[in-house]
């Protein structure tokens, strides 16, 4: 009986237990859903359909990808306002978001008399230091304002190059503006004159890295003419200008025009400046010229509001004195003409002179009539101030009865001939004469104003200059192919020789190296590499050493002989690219050379980097030494 009890009992708590445990299963499942459901629907209505959702017991996991981190945010908040914040577990992700693109580098300098201010954002990878000591060594230690900004981005192609010649262009332009941004380069100046433009102008196209685009405005100021100077002849077998100015372009047309009508040939030119007596120039020069052409000969000359007239020896009277009557009724009110015709004179009765010859070396010659020895010893000095005192030969005579202004004839005739390459200045009481080459556009016009001012009003003279536009000092210079290939052939004329196995210029080639330094004199800022080559004798890593220590040392050589070498490399090659077969003696001996290499952009970047492998040195620093265990002393 007692056993069945127990039995009954046993199983009572077994059946209870049963039935609770499904309760609680039953209790567990219907909070699962309920919390799925309701969290589900919360995210539904908020439009957060991305959020998947899944119950495990009382804990609520929130998985899928969110937009951004808002929204993750969003969606734990949500799920916190149905069920505890506690219960609910985030294994959301967030997209990757696009990294933010680099910001544009570009930098402005300004330059003018007070300093240089810099203005802009750089990357980190600039050595900002080093551009701000350019700068100082540029405009002084206190003269530099630094606002530059920088951000950790890469350098974009193109920027190097471009700041480093923004610096560089600053440094020759004392009232510029200069932009800079990667591969392009904007410049705005103003030069002193059309010389200086022109000469900027070709030096910045020159020294611009290859694939950088460089745009240029350079205004040069109109000059200041004093006297306002124009003079118009025509003689038998040339009519034109020796001189010739007018106040804007459409006077400058006016003034050709009438000139072309005249006979002259249409490739005149005429200088645009300031200082013109009155508004009206133009329309004189016009009446002038035509005047001067119904004569049939001779020349008119304007200095300021004067104007001489001098008819051709011959003219009949009758057409001369009408023609000048008509011209002086139709000038402009301020101008004031004076005209005269020549006397016919006796051809073998010869005036006093006095000539200056200059010729194409240099050398001076001073001959002819003087009034007194204080005036050839002032001729004598004067000469030697302009053209050099061991290139001026004196052989003038001292004479009586030379007219008061013999002094001033002669001095101005020296101060016009200072203005030619070569030519004759001709003085005589009655005029004078610049015959010559030169290579200057507007000396023409130039030694005309200096004899109407120093002439004074109604003084004949002549003016036949020729420009030559190779012995323009600008036009003149050597192309960059010019300057290696002029290079080229002094080392093949004259080999760079070291001693054996060292980086020692030989003593042999020390002529060869001034030869070559007097042609990079007038080659200016080009990009060069000095390259350095061995033969294949000796171990490889000691033969590349050997030649980038050879080429340092023609660097220095050239630096010794002051070569500017700013835009110069030293590379050695060592037994590289040989230009003979290095099984005979006389192939190892043509490969051992020195050699003169245009830098292009490519070749730049490629130098760099094989430089920054091998540890050689690209810059302006000292040699890297010569290697002590040479095997062969052929290299």
Known sequence: MRLSVLLIIAMTFTAAASVSLVAASFSVTLIEENSEIGVRDALDVKEMTWAEVEADGLQVTLSGTAPNEVARFNALSTAGTIVDAARVIDQMEVT????????????????????????????????????????????????????????????????????????????????????????????????????????????????????????????????????????????????????????????????????????????????????????????????????????????????????????????????????????????????????????????????????????????????????????????????????????????????????????????SSLDALSKLANGTVIATPDSVSVTGNTGNPDASTQIATLLAGKLGEGKDYEVKVTYQEKLDPVLGLPTPQECEAEIAKVVAQGKINFEPGSATIDSSALGTMDKIAEILKDCRDIALEVQGYTDSQGREEMNLALSQSRAQSVLNELRARRVITGSFVAKGYGEDSPVASNDSEDGREANRRIEFKLISEQTTADSDETALENGADTGDTGDTGTPSDQTQEGN
């Not at 200086?196 to 000059?223: C, F, H, M, Y």
């Not at 240099?362 to 061991?390: M, N, P, T």
């Open 96 to 411: 990757a978001q696009a990294a933010i693109a680099a910001p544009k580098f570009s930098v402005e300098i300004l330059r003018n008399d007070s300093g240089v201010s810099i203005i802009g954002l750089i990357p980190t990878t600039t050595d900002r230091d080093a551009a701000i000591d350019r700068f100082k060594s540029i405009a002084g230690q206190d003269h530099v304002a630094d606002l530059l900004e920088s951000a950790n981005y890469p350098a974009p192609d193109g920027w190097e190059d471009a700041f480093g010649f923004a610096i560089s262009a600053i440094g020759k332009l004392p009232r510029a503006k200069v932009s800079a941004a990667a591969g392009r380069v904007s410049i705005t100046a103003i030069s002193d004159s059309a010389e200086a433009k022109a000469r900027l102008e070709n030096q910045l196209k020159r020294a611009a890295p290859s694939g950088l685009v460089v745009t240029l405005d350079i205004a040069a100021p109109r000059p200041v003419i004093t006297p306002f100077t124009l003079r118009f002849q025509i003689e038998e077998g040339s009519i034109g200008f020796d001189a010739c100015s007018a106040d804007t372009e459409q006077a400058s047309a006016r003034i050709l025009k009438a000139a072309v009508a005249a006979g002259a040939p249409g490739s005149a030119r005429c200088t645009v400046g300031l200082g013109v007596p009155s508004p009206r120039w133009a329309e004189a020069v016009e009446k002038a010229i035509g005047s001067l052409a119904k004569i049939g000969g001779g020349s008119v000359s304007f200095a300021d509001a004067d104007i001489s007239l001098i008819a051709a020896e011959g003219t009949e009277r009758a057409v001369f004195d009408r023609e000048v009557g008509e011209l002086e009724n139709a000038l402009p009110d301020v101008f004031a003409l004076k005209a005269s015709l020549p006397k016919a004179v006796d051809p073998d009765a010869g005036p006093p002179e006095f000539v200056a010859t200059l010729s194409p070396e240099g050398q001076v010659q001073l001959r002819g009539r003087l009034s007194d020895d204080a005036l050839r010893e002032l001729a004598d000095s004067y000469a030697k101030a302009s053209f050099g005192s061991d290139k001026v030969y004196t052989a003038a005579r001292i004479v009586d009865d030379l007219p008061a202004d013999w002094p001033t004839r002669v001095l």
